[in-house]
């Protein structure tokens, strides 16, 4: 069965980094096409940024573009999110998935972990 398991979530004061990442196992990998969520309490789940299987082309919601960026590693089957000049309204629980994109948009994958914490406070 598909497992996706984050982590590297945390506290950290605003302006600083965190780098998260999402382990994947029970599926082909290298032929996913992976993202990152993240979900604010009271607010839906928002698509924060994509990668294809190759890792050539990706994807960021214009709130995180020039400070956050999604990168993989398919012999380990991570994929990663560099997360840096946090803000408060960064603050969220983040998920991964596999999905797919279609048409020239990404469709979630029916599988998520269970999330990794960032908050973003002085």
């Known amino acids: 069965q598909v497992q996706l398991v984050e982590s590297g ?15 994947a196992s029970g599926l082909t990998f290298n032929i996913a096409t992976m993202s990152w969520y ?12 994509y990668i294809t299987s190759g890792g050539g082309s990706t994807n960021y919601a214009d709130s995180v ?17 560099q ?17 797919s994109i279609r048409s020239g948009n990404y469709y979630a994958g029916r599988y998520w972990g269970q999330g990794t914490q960032v908050t973003v406070s002085s």
């Open 9 to 23: 979530g945390g506290l950290v004061q605003p302006g600083g980094s965190l780098r998260l990442s999402c382990a």
């Open 38 to 49: 993240r979900q604010a309490p009271g607010k839906e789940r928002e698509l924060v940024a």
């Open 65 to 81: 573009k020039g400070r956050f960026t999604i990168s993989r590693d398919n012999p380990k089957n991570t994929v990663y999110l």
């Open 83 to 99: 997360m840096n000049t946090l803000k408060p309204e960064d603050t969220a629980v983040y998920y991964c998935n596999a999905g």
